[in-house]
């Protein structure tokens, strides 16, 4: 087993809010190893982009703590917190807003490389630039262009290329290649691959695409509502998943296959989610269609097989007997 | 069945400081009443520029509208007046933005982003009236209807999309442009508002425009599909003609391979190879000849013509035969 990279204890980040407050990330606790994909799946709104942010220190946490290689960083300050700032990255969700409109391509690559003083001189940066974009499939045709003038799959070059410049140990990616059509996704996503064998990164790999969820991670987990409800090798998920809400997400996958068009579906009812202020059992009974009393009550994370993590009574249930 | 929508031979481009960007070349699609079409194409093919063309929102001074023309209900849509254009874009045809924040306002309570529109279609109501609608529209796209004082930052990238159809929904057009509307939602999600985009569609016999680059979301809720490579549609047909998979152009083959499959275990994917040919210069033969693993001399000395390889199954390659079995 590789070195665990990143490890968050009970981590919560709350949002305040007029009746309350938003439970985005409740007690979250994972493990993340170097060389290793964790992906992070889960209904749109569930806290996905918080603990990415939560993690990296975009968000200061409510509580809990975040380990990376056992030291726990969220009380790192000045050169300290910088040398592990510069070793954690992330490509955001939305490559719209998250690239400034008044810097061109090549200005926007260099900028980080720049404020972290990682070249030792003028050629050194641009020759970092340049390799990084070629890297990225940025061609220096690009160099002067601005983020407005790009369609959204180069956009989402820019901020990959951006990351990956430092030469960071380990990357958010929110959502990397939603906004990119397949040929180019199948290009990031090898590129991603290829870039964790070659430098042994570590991502958490957020995304609603179950087919490229399962291709490029190691470990699954699945959120609801700011908790973990399943978390599993991934294809223990696939094969052997457990948790209901689990079980409506991967039959809801959409596919080519027309003999498939019209298959069962579970499809979900019943009361939309509202992480303002919940009730202390599954937060998933509301909709599941095996509900029961119990479940009323606080759902643990159950290890039902090996490293197969499940938090419902019922699944623990049936897998002790 | 009628034709709500015709695009014809539309050419658009962009002249940024350097060069001009030929962003659709030729681009030709029929919309019937009550369809809903897919759209799909790699990222710079033109789908969103095809969709600024038809509501007349292209950014003035850098584009330009070169040639073609764009019948929206028989009127001409180029030649619209100020006052027919708000009427169309207003009361007729509403788009659902690929970057949700394009439509929101951040300063505005969300709640109060959708009652607008609300208010702009439906002045009849009262304002307690305009409230439950709110609330009943955000129920059923997901989101708790105590949430709707909040502003854009505070919710999710998914959410904020959700607010996006909302606002597009409620305002119960003929046709919806629909730009990549779901691509930042979870599958069970997104299931839900398809399902509830459909109903609406039907209830209204109103049709639509569904830009993806998830061919899943095309075969299980699409009537039609297109293909869009480099500012042209290349193959166009009923989902079952095109994802039968027997006759196809060689680039929505190219974007059949490169699909992570469920099933499969392979450990890289086949990525179409290069990239799309440059915009600002196009070569005079097929676009996507420097790409395809089947081009002949012909390909790069003539751009080829649509043939009809089945009927209402089109495909530009010259490599197809009419009414025949391709290769
Ligand atoms: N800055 C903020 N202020 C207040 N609430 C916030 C903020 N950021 C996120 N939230 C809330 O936290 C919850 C989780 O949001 P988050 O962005 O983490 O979701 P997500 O899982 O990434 O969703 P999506 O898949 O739609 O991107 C949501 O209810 C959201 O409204
Ligand atoms: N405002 C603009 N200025 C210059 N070029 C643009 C602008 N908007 C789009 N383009 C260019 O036009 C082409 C088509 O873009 P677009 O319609 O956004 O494609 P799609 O929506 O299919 O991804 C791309 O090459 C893109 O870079
Ligand atoms: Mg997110
Ligand atoms: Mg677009």
Not at chain 1, 9 to 14: G, S, T
Not at chain 2, 201 to 212: G, Q, R, V
Request: proline share 5%; glycine share 6%.
């Amino acid at each position: 087993m590789s070195e665990v990279l990143i490890e968050t204890r009970n981590l919560k980040k709350y949002f305040p809010h007029k009746l309350g407050q938003v439970h985005a990330v409740d007690d979250v606790s994972l493990r993340i190893c170097a060389g290793q994909t964790l992906g992070v799946v889960g209904e749109s709104g569930c806290g996905k982009s918080t603990l990415g942010r939560a993690i990296i220190r975009l968000h200061q946490p409510t509580s809990g703590e975040v380990l990376y290689k056992g030291e726990n960083i969220l009380n790192l300050k000045g050169r300290d917190w910088r040398r592990v700032q510069t070793q954690m990255q992330m490509i955001f969700q939305d490559p719209y807003s998250s690239l400034n409109p008044r810097m061109s391509v090549k200005q926007l690559i260099t900028e980080p490389l720049r404020v972290n003083h990682v070249a030792a001189n003028k050629a050194e940066l641009e020759e970092r630039v340049r390799s990084t974009m070629e890297l990225c499939g940025l061609p220096d045709r690009y160099d002067n262009v601005y983020p407005h003038e790009m369609d959204g799959g180069r956009r989402q070059r820019v901020g990959l290329a951006r990351a990956l410049a430092l030469n960071p140990e380990f990357i958010v990616c929110d959502e990397p290649v939603s906004a990119l059509d397949v040929s180019i996704q199948a290009q990031i996503l090898n590129l991603l691959m290829d870039l964790q064998e070659s430098r042994n990164l570590s991502y958490m790999f957020i995304t609603h695409d179950l087919c490229v969820v399962r291709h490029i991670s190691h470990q699954i987990m699945v959120m609801y509502m700011g908790q973990v409800v399943e978390y599993a090798p991934t294809d223990e998920i696939f094969e052997n998943h457990a948790h209901p809400y689990t079980a409506a997400l991967l039959s809801a996958i959409p596919t080519t296959d027309l003999s498939r068009r019209n298959r069962e579906r579970v499809v979900l009812k019943g009361e939309v989610s509202n992480p303002i202020n919940p009730k202390p059992g599954c937060r998933f009974a509301p909709r599941c269609p095996y509900a029961s009393e119990k479940c009323n009550e606080p759902q643990n994370l159950t290890e039902i097989a090996p490293n197969h993590f499940v938090a419902c009574h019922e699944c623990a249930k049936q897998a002790g007997g | 069945m009628e034709n709500l929508l015709e695009i014809k031979d539309l050419y658009v481009n962009y002249e940024t400081d350097e060069s001009v960007v030929h962003a659709l070349n030729g681009f030709t699609l029929n919309v019937k009443k009550g369809e809903t079409l897919g759209l799909v194409g790699e990222t710079g093919a033109g789908k969103t520029t095809m969709c600024l063309s038809v509501l007349r929102l292209l950014p003035e001074g850098v584009s330009k509208v070169e040639g073609g023309s764009i019948q929206y209900d028989g009127k001409d849509v180029l030649s619209m007046n100020k006052s027919e254009l708000r009427q169309m874009r207003g009361a007729q045809i509403s788009m659902i933005f690929q970057d949700p924040m394009t439509s929101l306002n951040p300063v505005m309570r969300v709640g109060d982003q959708i009652k607008e529109v609300l208010s702009l279609h439906n002045p009849e109501l009262s304002d307690k009236q305009k409230d439950e609608r709110v609330d009943d529209i955000l129920k059923l796209v997901g989101i708790s209807p105590d949430r709707k004082d909040q502003f854009p930052h505070q919710f999710s990238g998914g959410m904020k999309q959700r607010v996006v159809i909302a606002m597009a929904l409620v305002a119960e057009p003929q046709l919806l442009l629909a730009d990549e509307p779901t691509t930042a939602l979870d599958v069970t999600i997104q299931a839900q508002i398809l399902a509830l985009m459909k109903q609406l569609k039907e209830k209204f016999d109103s049709s639509m425009i569904l830009i993806t680059h998830d061919l899943g979301i095309v075969a299980e809720f699409c009537d039609s599909v297109a293909i869009v490579y480099a500012g042209e549609v290349i193959e166009t047909g009923s989902i079952e003609q095109v994802f039968e998979r027997t006759k196809n152009h060689p680039y929505t083959e190219g974007l059949f391979n490169c699909i992570p499959d469920l099933t499969s275990h392979a450990a890289r994917l086949t990525p179409i190879p290069g990239y799309m040919a440059d915009p600002t210069n196009l070569p005079t033969g097929c676009k996507f000849a420097d790409r395809c693993g089947r081009c002949i001399d012909k390909c790069r000395q003539a751009a080829p013509e649509m043939v009809e390889v089945d009927p209402g199954h089109f495909v530009k390659c010259n490599q197809m035969e009419k009414g025949g079995s391709g290769l």
